[in-house]
């Protein structure tokens, strides 16, 4: 098993051109790897009140929507673009579901 690393907390100033950075040390070691998606709800992450941070990268040609909740619905929540739309959430915990419209499609998944 991997050591666990911990996790980056990004800033960044719309004023400034400097993005910073912070690296923590995470309690414990969660998930990172790929999630498949389909055209019917998929589950991406399950709640987990220990998560500091998900880091979820839409790595396909496809457009996919994110929920937080255990059911996606096409053309609502959180669209994430294809080729590498992202989405950082540090503060939600609850379960995190995603769908797509037609065929297979990966997502990235940290969970740290």
Avoid: H
Avoid at 15 to 29: F, L
Avoid at 44 to 58: D, P
């Amino acid at each position: 098993m991997a050591e666990d690393m911990g996790w980056v907390n990004v800033r960044i100033d719309k004023n400034s051109p400097v993005i910073q950075t912070t690296v923590e040390k995470s309690t414990t070691a969660n998930f990172v790897g790929k999630v498949t998606v389909t055209s019917t709800s998929t589950p991406v992450l399950a709640a987990n009140s220990n998560r500091k941070c998900a880091i979820i990268i839409n790595d396909s040609d496809a457009v996919i929507y994110i929920a937080y909740s255990n059911t996606a619905t096409l053309n609502e929540g959180i669209r994430l673009n294809p080729s590498g739309g992202v989405l950082i959430e540090n503060t939600y915990t609850g379960p995190i579901s995603a769908i797509t419209a037609t065929g297979s499609k990966n997502l990235t998944v940290t969970e740290i």
